[in-house]
């Protein structure tokens, strides 16, 4: 802790990053093409998309807190629950995760900005067109009263719902638009994260010395090629069934609906090993620098990660179990879901070693980061509970299910995301985060996210299907939804919680400084803000925690390594 | 003494030279690895419906085999290749021919693909909206002229760059992602070709 002195004498202190300020603000953030302002831009889009699907699922909360409600209609409610999955999936959960993976990216591996800037710029742009795209639809057709022409078909839209038959207007259209423009973007930034982390590192960063984070997200955009392009393929397809006549989905040209649904899962499956590997990385990152520890078995991670991403892509079909493959079909997707865990617990038992008889520092990030380790793993197994064929066709598209998965996008995801806010903030704003406030967020988030998504289960098993727009009282589910709906209601306090706290800290936060966390990865090197060119000298590295060798001359990592 | 943050104590080897691939190539084989995902999916789609259609015509009874369009276009997988290495050597106007040659040959595929679609529309009356075989062919066979019809825009400036003289040897890593681009249509109209015209047939 003593030895911050050699960090803070390494920055370049002529030039800290500036600020110009009137109408040339915005001119500068519309045109950007460094990597750290368009990082921060598809994190605040992300966060005002995060928002806005949260207070969708209150309202679906509201209307399901109580049996036989009418505060919302059912077309309404169609449109919510839509809009929900598909911000969160495509507009919140893939942007912020890449916001972060742009900011850090090129700052961890020493080098100054990404691979191809311009297509960084272009990415972010054609995704936020694509989210603002999607939310245009509610001021369409019947206008905001009627909720507009927001799409009604569900996340994963299947067919034939989705025939100009059976959804005319342009509600689908929004929706099939929006996703083709969010998968162009996401497929232009995955190619530039991966020529990035292949052609940018700087001297000495081979690829068994870049930070964990790196090659997490160099994993997932390879995942983004595979898992991506199908979607966009199917959106293609379903774009030509409604607008030209042709027959994919088609069931009564002999179409399939059900090869939509492999189509659809195909990406839809990875796509959650896409947002959970960046979440992986945060951990990757935080659990280590508040433990006071290396991480333990750097390659065990690296090798389970990659394994995670080929398993997979084999896993999809899991999510049909109850559309009838036959024995061997579902055998093979039985076999594979279930291996996937073995990696994912791999991962599990290096995060617990590296805490493992560390010093424990019990700052906000690494309390988030606990929390995810503990809910991850509950999900999971409850994961491995619906991997089982028959237990599957028991529950599918029941709450179970809803609960399993929000149990992974909530209670894993959304939870490391927070830790990563707490523990990058200061490096991206040049202020620390009110620790108070963290720990108020922390508890009433944990509180209320147990509340609603612990207790969600029971309904599931009670046998309530998932998107019932209302219930009758007396089949035991009107409790559980109403303290589901109570949980609800303390995430949301605990989010805005959040949210004052960034806007609060950025004006008024204890200043950071370069390394606020005594951390060991090269962002930490640079200036809080760091100058638009990163680095005043390129770094040369000599092992996986450059900081420390540097911090700790005489007995530096590199000897080990 | 002005300490830079991370010149730390290295190990010898960080002392070699220090190289990485071209982040253009990179780049274009993650494109290349997007695109033939896309493909995949469209040639899936295209294999699982043969013989699903529930009204007639069949591939057999309409189409016919697209010799001198695709001789075309895999010969100009060679010109384009012959581009990139006299560019790599410096000479330019051998450059500026093979790519001229290759843009003619690119043209001439879509030609035979535009006469062969004039053929089917207009005079067996056969669309997209025909039936499943009408659907998948259609999108399967326009999606790969759309490839090639980006490929020869972007082939058609480089070409007029190397014609106005503003195409050097420094430029000859560039022109090698683009040809990349270029082989890889070649190749998936191998595949279009076995999987529509061989197979399908």
């Not at chain 1, 993976?101 to 272009?122: E, H, Q, S, T």
């Not at chain 1, 929004?174 to 700087?202: D, E």
């Not at chain 1, 950025?506 to 060119?533: N, V």
């Not at chain 2, 070699?16 to 040639?43: K, S, T, Y």
């Amino acid at each position: 802790m003593a030895k911050e002195a050699p960090v803070l004498e390494a920055i370049d202190q002529t030039a800290p990053a500036s600020h110009s300020s009137g109408p040339g603000v915005v001119y500068e953030w519309l045109t950007t093409v460094d990597h750290k302002k368009i990082g921060i831009m598809y994190i605040v889009y992300a966060l005002i998309f995060l928002v806005l699907a949260g207070a969708q699922a209150l309202l679906m909360r509201i209307q399901l807190a109580v049996p036989n409600n009418h505060f919302v209609t059912p077309q309404v409610f169609n449109r919510l629950f839509t809009m929900h999955g598909s911000t969160m999936v495509f507009f919140v959960g893939i942007p912020i995760l890449f916001g972060f993976g742009n900011y850090l990216i090129p700052l961890m591996i020493g080098a100054r900005d990404m691979a191809f800037p311009r297509l960084n710029a272009f990415s972010f742009w054609i995704s936020a067109f694509g989210g603002i795209l999607l939310y245009l639809s509610y001021f369409a057709g019947s206008g905001l009263y009627g909720a507009g022409s927001a799409p009604d078909v569900g996340w994963f839209a299947y067919a034939p719902l989705t025939a100009k038959v059976f959804s005319p207007g342009h509600s689908t259209d929004y929706w099939t638009l929006s996703i083709l423009m969010s998968g162009i973007g996401t497929t232009g930034t995955a190619i530039n994260i991966v020529a990035t982390v292949i052609c940018m590192r700087c001297k000495g960063m081979t690829m068994t010395r870049m930070p964990l984070l790196v090659w997490l997200l160099l994993v997932t955009s390879c995942m983004v090629f595979v898992a991506v392009s199908p979607l966009t393929a199917a959106q293609i397809m379903l774009t030509l069934d409604r607008y030209l006549g042709s027959h994919f989905f088609d069931t009564q040209a002999g179409g399939s609906a059900v090869l939509w649904m492999h189509f659809f899962w195909i990406f839809g499956h990875p796509e959650v090993y896409i947002l959970v590997l960046p979440a992986f990385a945060f951990i990757n990152e935080i659990v280590p620098v508040f433990s006071r520890k290396a991480i333990f078995g750097y390659s065990a991670m690296v090798a389970a990660s990659v394994g995670i991403g080929f398993i997979s892509l084999s896993v999809w079909a899991h999510h049909m179990f109850t559309v009838g493959m036959g024995p061997a079909g579902n055998t093979f997707f039985v076999f594979a879901t279930m291996v996937v865990s073995v990696p994912t617990g791999i991962k599990m038992f290096n995060w617990l070693a590296t805490i493992w008889g560390g010093r424990v520092r019990f700052r906000t990030p690494m309390m988030f980061a606990i929390g995810f380790l503990f809910q991850f793993l509950m999900a999971g197994l409850t994961g491995i509970m619906l991997s089982a064929a028959p237990f599957d066709w028991q529950l599918s598209a029941s709450y179970f299910v809803v609960a399993h998965f929000h149990y992974v996008l909530v209670g894993g995801i959304l939870f490391a995301l927070f830790a990563a806010f707490y523990y990058w903030y200061p490096k991206i704003t040049g202020r620390m985060m009110s620790e108070t406030l963290g720990k108020w967020h922390f508890w009433l988030f944990i509180i209320g996210f147990h509340l609603t998504f612990d207790f969600m289960h029971i309904p599931g098993l009670l046998g309530m299907p998932r998107r019932i727009y209302t219930y009758e009282a007396g089949r035991g589910w009107e409790y559980w939804n109403l303290i589901v709906g109570i949980g609800a209601m303390v995430q949301a306090i605990g989010t805005l919680i959040f949210v004052y706290n960034l806007v609060h800290s950025y004006f008024r936060g204890k200043i950071a400084g370069p390394d606020p966390w005594d951390a060991w990865t090269l962002e930490w090197s640079t200036a809080s803000p760091p100058p638009s060119y990163n680095f005043a000298v390129e770094p040369n590295v000599g092992s996986r925690r450059p900081l420390w060798d540097l911090k700790h001359p005489e007995d530096p990592d590199s000897s080990y390594e | 003494m002005m300490q830079t943050p991370v010149t730390v104590p290295v190990s010898v080897n960080s002392e070699a030279p220090w190289v990485l691939p071209n982040r253009g190539i990179v780049g274009m084989w993650c494109l290349i690895a997007a695109e033939a995902a896309i493909f995949l999916i469209f040639v899936v789609a295209y294999i699982y419906y043969l013989g699903k259609s529930l009204t007639g015509p069949l591939p057999a009874q309409i189409l016919e085999l697209p010799i001198v369009g695709t001789i075309c276009l895999l010969s100009s997988s060679l010109t384009v290749h012959e581009a990139v290495s006299a560019l790599r050597k410096g000479k330019v106007q051998r450059c500026t021919v093979a790519l001229a040659v290759t843009v003619l040959l690119g043209a001439a595929f879509l030609w035979t693909t535009a006469a062969e679609w004039h053929h089917l529309i207009y005079e067996e009356g056969f669309t997209i909206r025909t039936n499943l075989f009408g659907t998948t062919y259609y999108s399967l066979v326009g999606l790969h002229a759309s490839h090639v019809v980006v490929g020869l825009i972007f082939l058609t400036v480089t070409f007029l760059f190397s014609v106005s003289g503003r195409l050097g040897e420094m430029h000859a890593e560039r022109l090698e992602v683009l040809s990349l681009y270029w082989h890889f249509v070649d190749a998936v109209w191998v595949v279009v070709f076995l999987v529509v015209y061989v197979l399908g047939r």
